[in-house]
């Protein structure tokens, strides 16, 4: 979900009744929470317009309310007390309101990527490897990205080469991190880490710091980062698309996010979306691709990671089939 989904997605549960509101938070994970409640923190007023482009025909429900925000803290504490219940919520509440902390694997979940990044920036590059592959990848991502350049390669190496976790291993971390495995050491060894897990973080990270990785494991071990580009699906990638996979993610993707995501494509990907859309619709789209002016690499390249993920998603759920990376890592 992109910056402007999850600022959409904060004024619809704004403008939900509480109950209505925990029922929602309660059918998401740990990162959506953490970042719809942190952007409902953050909203000041919306105007009328705005919650009609948002919600459409909620916009009724929402009656002639110009502005949201009065009473906003009392209201996102209600509704993740209700979603989450008391003791889940408290850290989360704190965190997003007053910026608290939290604690253990599954905590971890729940805090951002800074703060992870201070808790654990000291422990030992296998002890950091080890927590990773238990957290989402965009989350482990960000973490990484918070740390050096060194201990950051070493760490996605580490995550390649580990072809599961015994829970003993876990007892090398902190009293607080260890609960997690307590009294199931007899429980079998999870399977966690591997190429796709190391590929799966690193679609997640930025161009220079996901090459900084592969060079570095290259020169470890070759055929080990060849491997892991095999199991990326970047960019480049969507040409191997078929027809019906492109057209599915084009109903998805907002027309703003994918305008400056082809700002940064080759011509022959752009040709293969415009031919899976209508011709009056690929028109448009090339009229606003020749008029938008230049952009930052670091904004086509934040809005092709965005697709890529619901990409990723798509091919998950069996809706679409994507193949490996080869040689084109890096877009």
Not at 31 to 60: H, P, T, W, Y
Not at 107 to 123: F, R
Not at 235 to 245: M, P, T, V, Y
């Amino acid at each position: 979900m992109g910056t402007e989904g999850i600022t959409k997605s904060a004024i619809l549960m704004m403008s939900l009744g509480e109950n209505e509101a925990a029922e929602v938070f309660k059918h998401l994970g740990p990162r959506e929470v953490q970042k719809i409640g942190a952007a409902m923190a953050a909203l000041n007023s919306v105007s009328r317009d705005e919650i009609v482009g948002v919600l459409g025909e909620f916009c009724k429900e929402a009656g002639g309310r110009s502005t949201m925000g009065i009473g906003s803290n009392d209201y996102i504490r209600n509704v993740l007390k209700k979603a989450l219940g008391d003791e889940k919520s408290a850290d989360l509440i704190d965190r997003i309101l007053q910026g608290g902390d939290t604690s253990g694997i599954e905590g971890l979940k729940w805090m951002g990527a800074d703060a992870v990044a201070e808790l654990i920036k000291n422990e030992h590059p296998q002890i950091i490897a080890t927590i990773m592959v238990h957290l989402e990848r965009d989350q482990a991502s960000e973490i990484l990205a918070l740390m050096t350049e060194r201990t950051r390669n070493d760490v996605l190496l580490r995550i390649a080469t580990l072809d599961g976790i015994q829970p003993a291993a876990l007892q090398e971390l902190n009293s607080v991190l260890t609960s997690l495995m307590a009294g199931n050491k007899n429980m079998k060894g999870a399977a966690l880490g591997g190429v796709r897990t190391a590929a799966e973080i690193l679609n997640f990270m930025p161009g220079t710091q996901e090459a900084s990785v592969v060079d570095s494991i290259k020169e470890f071990d070759a055929d080990l980062a060849q491997k892991i580009v095999d199991e990326m699906f970047v960019w480049e990638n969507l040409l191997a698309l078929e027809d019906r996979g492109v057209q599915m993610l084009l109903k998805e993707v907002q027309s703003e996010s994918l305008i400056l995501a082809l700002k940064g494509s080759s011509e022959e990907l752009r040709e293969k979306v415009f031919k899976n859309m209508s011709q009056r619709a690929g028109q448009m789209l090339r009229e606003d691709l020749e008029a938008k002016g230049m952009v930052k690499v670091s904004e086509v390249e934040a809005q092709q990671k965005e697709i890529l993920k619901i990409v990723r998603r798509l091919a998950d759920e069996g809706q679409i089939v994507i193949g490996g990376g080869g040689d084109e890592g890096y877009v």
